[in-house]
Nanobody, 121 residues
């Protein structure tokens, strides 16, 4: 297993969670790592992406200003800090590596198993 997510769980509206994605095999500094999410009955949606070689970050409009993506190359880990959570953020969150298209299209060669985020009071 190459990508392993953790950090999901139950949060109240307005609360925070931090997701982690450990990449055990890819040359981390040269890779783009993205987070996507999928709610039941919905298509998978790209949430955020970090270009580790350029240090650039990208966010979907729905999460801009609330979510922050970051990476720790020493730990081969990418984080997604999610603040001001809303019930509509409820989904299974996946990290992925080796993009096959633009960051906002959730097409990657490698995927993690996902971690569930539920936002509810």
């Amino acid at each position: 297993v190459q990508l392993v997510e953790s950090g999901g769980g139950l949060a109240q509206p307005g609360g925070s969670l931090r997701l982690s994605c450990v990449d055990s095999e890819v040359t981390f500094d040269a890779s783009d790592i993205g987070w996507s999410r999928q709610a039941p009955g919905m298509e998978r949606e790209a949430v955020s992406c970090i270009d580790n070689s350029e240090g650039r970050t990208y966010y979907a409009d729905s999460v801009k200003g609330r979510f922050t993506i970051s990476s720790d190359s020493a730990k081969n880990t990418v984080y997604l800090l999610m603040n001001s959570l809303k019930p509509e953020d409820t989904a299974n969150y996946y990290c992925a590596a080796q993009p096959l298209s633009k960051w906002y299209i959730p097409l990657y060669r490698l995927w993690g198993q996902g971690t569930q985020v539920t936002v509810s009071s």
